[in-house]
Nanobody, 116 residues
């Protein structure tokens, strides 16, 4: 059974930083691309960033380019999202995601709130 467990969310002031982590189990982690999504209240879930299996390639939503960095440690079965220069509009529940044997798997989400 694939499990994804996010952590690292919280309350931060505008301009601050947070690092999210997602620990994966139940799959050969290094064989799968990983993504971070987010969903703000009243809005659809949106793709934030994706990283390939070995971490050689990454992609970002235009709204976070230059501020967020996705990375992974295949030895620890963990994917990270470093978020800098946070803005109020980054407030959302952040979800870890992978596609395993054609089935999307999601973590439970971690709340990020950017507010003064």
């Amino acid at each position: 059974q694939v499990q994804l467990v996010e952590s690292g969310g919280g309350l931060v002031q505008p301009g601050g930083s947070l690092r999210l982590s997602c620990a994966a189990s139940g799959l050969t982690f290094s064989l799968y691309a990983m993504s971070w999504y987010r969903q703000a209240p009243g809005k659809e879930r949106e793709l934030v960033a994706t990283i390939t299996r070995a971490g050689a390639s990454t992609n970002y939503a235009d709204s976070v380019k230059g501020r967020f960095t996705i990375s992974r440690d295949n030895a620890k079965n963990t994917v990270y999202l470093q978020m800098n220069s946070l803005k109020a509009e980054d407030t959302a529940v952040y979800y870890c995601n992978t596609l395993w044997l054609g089935i999307p798997y999601w973590g439970q989400g971690t709340q990020v709130t950017v507010s003064s």
